[in-house]
């Protein structure tokens, strides 16, 4: 089955700069790539996803990068604020979108990223 | 977009008793539904996928007998932790499927005492 590598396990920035968080995977299959974020005793939060067909999305601050050939895929966030600390998770998913079913998704463990004002 | 609907939030029960969580989805039809388990300053660990009328799927190591799932209906899955122990105790978390992208409950912080 799939497995998911993430790190760092900790990650600790300067309010303004750079955060990036990295991901490896390992079954071939997997086509949908989330990057949630889960503040304590909070559900998590999508804040952004790609697929296998694309190679880059960014949206504002945040962007993530897939390479299918290397199976790994990051999470980039730019001009840090002390709001974005939290822990990260990134998950890996067979997602199967035809006909309406769905496979899991599979987490990496987790980064917690500390942006220091 | 897609809802949702997990209860309790939280719960305290005691050794021995059995406890049910709740996932509704709220405007749309989940013919699947994933339950997964965190334990404190951990990843979101799959337990097992709820398969609308029929018997769920269990992740390995996850005892069947002592985390029930039903899902009876489109809208409506249902996890119950019977003969809850303190090792139990965690963060129980729903994630709606069936095409509408992952969608996940509020999540149910149980504690057994």
């Known amino acids: 089955g799939e497995n998911v590598e993430q790190h760092p396990s900790t990650l600790s920035v300067q309010e303004g700069d750079s955060a990036v968080i990295k991901c490896t995977y390992s079954d071939s299959a997997s086509n949908y790539f989330p990057w949630y974020k889960q503040e304590l005793g909070k559900r998590p939060q999508l804040i952004i996803d790609?697929?296998?067909?694309?190679g880059e999305k960014k949206d504002q601050r945040i962007a993530v990068t897939l390479n299918k050939t290397a199976k790994h895929f990051s999470l980039h966030i730019t001009e840090t604020q002390p709001e974005d600390s939290a822990v990260y998770f990134c998950?890996?998913?067979?997602?199967?979108?035809?006909?309406?079913?769905?496979?899991?998704?599979?987490f990496g463990k987790g980064t917690k990223l500390s942006v220091k004002p | 977009g897609a809802v949702v609907s997990q209860h309790p939030s939280w719960v305290i029960c005691k050794s021995g008793t059995s406890v049910k969580i709740e996932c509704r989805s709220l405007d749309f039809q989940a013919t699947t539904m994933f339950w997964y388990r965190q334990f404190p300053k951990q990843s979101l660990m799959l337990m097992a996928t709820?398969?609308?009328?029929?018997?769920?799927?269990?992740e390995q190591g996850v005892e069947k007998d002592k985390f029930l799932i039903n899902h009876a209906s489109l809208t409506l899955s249902t996890l119950t932790v019977t003969s809850a122990h303190p090792e139990d105790s965690s963060f129980y978390i729903c994630s709606g499927g069936g095409g509408f992208g992952y969608t996940f409950g509020s999540g149910t912080r149980l504690t057994v005492v």
């Open positions: 709820s398969n609308e009328g029929s018997k769920a799927t269990y």
């Open positions: 998950a890996a998913s067979n997602d199967m979108n035809y006909g309406g079913s769905q496979g899991n998704l599979i």
């Open positions: 790609i697929r296998s067909n694309v």
